[in-house]
């Protein structure tokens, strides 16, 4: 998955300054980081569900990982995760023994207690600790924050720059609220669903900012690839956990059908390929069809977040596959009823291509041209759009201008490829 809080500080620090070290042969190396890469948010998740403190947690699962990069170097264990989780927790033992005489510390609670029994009806412990990081009493600006940081596995940088944060800064204020989860004593246990939905929607929205972030466009990117992935299967547990809730079926929807489009978002020479030129040939057909019976039953249920206007945006751009012209009028007039219920930037950007699409690029470039430039001056979709719509319109140099910047703001290198194709 990802690193957070002192591991990922250690963990770089380590990798950096011993790459030829004895103990980090090849063989080793790569079996902590599958391990890592596989098991971190689910591990993290357990101990700090079991000790109610996320940063003495991430510490243990820290020094459980060192202490691997030792041990398994003479003898790899069957079961890496299951090691890495025995000797973590014999670390907060340790540590809460020896915080005996301090009564601020916490106390662990039954270490030795692992089933899914203990998970509050919640079929995976990390949707318990989405749902304490965001328990009311957190600010709500660090809700998503922690999410996305703690449980989801995204590094502190990327974390900071979901939040147009500096990640120094964000640093800091995760160590204040994780201090504060463990000082204020903040519960762990999952209220009842009929009393969730003020914390649900902060969830979701980690959940697709995790997905959002695996689904950038970067050829052969294991990282991303695990991320989307990982964010379906959350998604798909909340809809277990909450299988008469539309607004869950509706985001699960929503990321079904953009993951089902995915194998056509990149030509053989690794460019980007826009939603409207692909070959919906090479879409996953039967991940589509699931994101069609999700929306269904978004439908059924009453969703009526942003994700439900989304889900329908994003299978209505899905008809392709079944002989269908795309319908840029009811695109459009979705985006009109999505900016008018939740207001945004980027769909302000993508209301002003489909009515590009729709009634033409000089109606599209005026639309986009409406939106204020403190809004859009680092924003790179902004500058994409600008380009695409005010070719033949605006001066060359304007053009020019636009392009360079999509080309530039972006860090993807399919993006960038298209850009300096077109």
Same mark, same amino acid.
């Given at each position: 998955?990802?690193?957070?809080?002192?591991?990922?500080?250690?963990?770089?620090?380590?990798?950096?300054?011993?790459?030829? @070290?004895?103990?980090?042969? =090849?063989?080793?190396? *790569?079996?902590?980081?599958?391990?890592?890469?596989?098991? #971190?948010?689910?591990?993290?998740?357990?101990?700090? @569900?079991?000790? %109610? *403190?996320?940063? !003495?947690?991430? +510490?243990?699962? /820290?020094?459980?990982?060192?202490?691997?990069?030792?041990?398994?170097? !003479?003898?790899?264990? /069957?079961?890496?995760?299951?090691? $890495?989780?025995?000797?973590?927790?014999?670390?907060?033992?340790?540590?809460?023994?020896?915080?005996?005489?301090?009564?601020?510390?916490?106390?662990? %609670?039954?270490?030795?207690? $692992?089933?899914?029994?203990?998970?509050?009806?919640?079929?995976?412990?990390?949707?318990?600790?989405?749902?304490?990081? &965001?328990?009311?009493?957190?600010?709500? =600006?660090?809700?998503?924050?922690?999410?996305?940081?703690?449980?989801?596995?995204? !590094?502190?940088?990327?974390?900071? @720059?979901?939040? $147009?944060?500096?990640?120094?800064?964000?640093?800091?204020?995760?160590?204040?609220?994780?201090?504060?989860?463990?000082? &204020?004593?903040?519960?762990?246990?999952?209220?009842?669903?009929?009393?969730?939905?003020?914390?649900?929607?902060?969830?979701? *929205?980690?959940?697709?900012?995790?997905?959002?972030?695996?689904? +950038?466009?970067?050829?052969?990117?294991?990282?991303? *690839?695990?991320?989307?992935?990982?964010?379906?299967?959350?998604?798909?547990?909340?809809?277990?956990?909450?299988?008469?809730?539309? +607004?869950?079926?509706?985001?699960?929807?929503?990321?079904?059908?953009?993951?089902?489009?995915?194998?056509?978002?990149?030509?053989? +020479?690794?460019? #980007?390929?826009?939603?409207?030129?692909q070959d919906f040939r090479l879409w996953n057909a039967d991940v589509l069809d699931e994101a069609e019976h999700a929306l269904r039953q978004a439908t059924l249920y009453g969703a009526r977040s942003r994700y439900m206007i989304e889900a329908m945006i994003s299978s209505a751009h899905s008809s392709r596959r079944i002989g269908h012209q795309t319908p840029w009028p009811l695109i459009v007039e979705m985006y009109h009823q999505l900016i008018h219920l939740y207001p945004s930037v980027g769909a302000q950007i993508a209301r002003a291509v489909a009515i590009g699409e729709c009634r033409g690029y000089e109606e599209g470039l005026t639309e986009l041209l409406s939106i204020p430039q403190d809004l859009v001056r680092q924003h790179q979709p902004y500058?994409?759009?600008?380009?695409?719509?005010?070719?033949?319109?605006?001066?060359?140099?304007?053009?020019?201008? &636009?392009?360079?910047?999509?080309?530039?703001?972006? /860090?993807?290198?399919?993006?960038?490829?298209?850009?300096?194709?077109?």
């Amino acid at each position: 998955m990802g690193f957070s809080g002192t591991f990922t500080r250690w963990w770089f620090r380590r990798s950096s300054s011993c790459p030829s @070290s004895d103990v980090m042969t =090849p063989s080793v190396n *790569d079996i902590v980081n599958e391990t890592i890469r596989t098991s #971190y948010g689910r591990l993290l998740a357990i101990l700090a @569900s079991e000790s %109610h *403190d996320v940063m !003495s947690a991430e +510490d243990a699962l /820290s020094e459980a990982v060192e202490q691997a990069l030792i041990s398994w170097h !003479s003898t790899i264990p /069957s079961n890496p995760p299951a090691w $890495l989780l025995t000797v973590a927790r014999r670390r907060m033992v340790d540590v809460s023994r020896r915080a005996v005489r301090r009564p601020d510390r916490y106390e662990l %609670h039954d270490v030795h207690a $692992l089933s899914e029994t203990d998970v509050s009806d919640i079929p995976d412990e990390r949707l318990r600790l989405l749902f304490v990081c &965001a328990h009311p009493s957190i600010a709500a =600006p660090m809700r998503t924050a922690l999410m996305l940081q703690c449980v989801l596995g995204l !590094s502190a940088e990327t974390t900071a @720059s979901a939040m $147009l944060v500096s990640p120094a800064t964000m640093s800091q204020r995760l160590v204040r609220v994780k201090a504060k989860i463990r000082d &204020a004593g903040i519960s762990f246990d999952v209220p009842p669903k009929e009393l969730l939905s003020e914390r649900l929607q902060y969830v979701l *929205d980690a959940i697709y900012a995790v997905f959002t972030s695996g689904m +950038d466009v970067v050829v052969d990117d294991r990282v991303t *690839d695990d991320l989307a992935t990982e964010a379906l299967y959350l998604s798909r547990l909340l809809t277990e956990f909450l299988p008469m809730d539309g +607004d869950v079926w509706a985001l699960h929807s929503l990321m079904l059908s953009s993951h089902g489009r995915k194998p056509a978002r990149v030509s053989v +020479d690794g460019t #980007y390929v826009p939603l409207h030129q692909q070959d919906f040939r090479l879409w996953n057909a039967d991940v589509l069809d699931e994101a069609e019976h999700a929306l269904r039953q978004a439908t059924l249920y009453g969703a009526r977040s942003r994700y439900m206007i989304e889900a329908m945006i994003s299978s209505a751009h899905s008809s392709r596959r079944i002989g269908h012209q795309t319908p840029w009028p009811l695109i459009v007039e979705m985006y009109h009823q999505l900016i008018h219920l939740y207001p945004s930037v980027g769909a302000q950007i993508a209301r002003a291509v489909a009515i590009g699409e729709c009634r033409g690029y000089e109606e599209g470039l005026t639309e986009l041209l409406s939106i204020p430039q403190d809004l859009v001056r680092q924003h790179q979709p902004y500058w994409a759009a600008l380009y695409i719509l005010g070719k033949g319109i605006l001066t060359d140099e304007e053009t020019e201008h &636009a392009k360079s910047l999509a080309i530039g703001l972006s /860090s993807n290198p399919a993006i960038r490829a298209f850009f300096q194709s077109v």
